[in-house]
């Protein structure tokens, strides 16, 4: 059974720092594209980051880039997104997601998704 799980998100201030964790199961890491999304109230999904199953190459939003870093842990089946100087427009939930052999960023293209983490970042 595939499952996504993610943590390591909360309330901070503006500024901060906090690190995302994804933990999957039921599958081999290292054959998956993998990515984060995002959800504020209101509002679409949208695209965060991604890092791809073969060479490791990474895509980010134009909000994110410079700020967040998504890596990943293949003998730990383990995604990560470090995220950075946080400003309350990234206050959403966040979701992690696998795609098979993945080439893109795009979200239609994600097979597996986890619940969500709550990110809050106060001014």
């Known amino acids: 059974q595939v499952q996504l799980v993610e943590s390591g998100g909360g309330l901070v201030q503006a500024g901060d720092s906090l690190r995302l964790s994804c933990a999957a199961s039921g599958f081999t890491l290292s054959y998956f594209t993998m990515g984060w999304f995002r959800q504020a109230p209101g509002k679409e999904r949208e695209f965060v980051a991604t890092?791809?199953?073969?060479?490791?190459?990474?895509f980010y939003a134009d909000s994110v880039k410079g700020r967040f870093t998504i890596s990943r842990d293949n003998a730990k089946n383990t995604v990560y997104l470090q995220m950075n100087s946080l400003k309350p427009e990234d206050t959403a939930v966040y979701y992690c997601?696998?795609?098979?052999?993945?080439?893109?960023?795009?979200?239609?293209?994600?097979?597996?998704w986890g619940q969500g983490s709550q990110v809050t970042v106060s001014s």
């Open positions: 997601a696998a795609d098979y052999r993945g080439s893109g960023y795009a979200k239609s293209q994600f097979e597996y």
């Open positions: 890092i791809l199953w073969r060479g490791g190459t990474t």
